[in-house]
């Protein structure tokens, strides 16, 4: 590993965005792997995939604040109701 703090304003500039080119080619190969492997799992049941890469937002949902009283049902947070039983 390189000692950053003896590079230049300047070749850290260099060394950033050539780390973040070799970034975004790993990313794309490992994101054309993973497709691969989506299309051979559904070919092995016999349908077949298609992916819409128009729309690349990545959205995290938000956390529940208690996982005793909140379950996830599809994309909405519903609230469980709890029955005590006599």
Known sequence: MANFDEL???ELQILIKDAQATL???QSG???EVIAQIKALAASIGVTVEI????QQIQKPAQP????DRSWIGSKLV???HC???
């Open 52 to 55: 819409d890469f128009s729309s």
């Open 65 to 68: 604040s208690s996982r005793m």
């Open 84 to 86: 005590s039983g006599s």
């Open 8 to 10: 230049s304003p300047e």
């Open 24 to 26: 975004e080619q790993k």
């Open 79 to 81: 609230k469980r109701t």
């Open 30 to 32: 490992m994101r054309k």
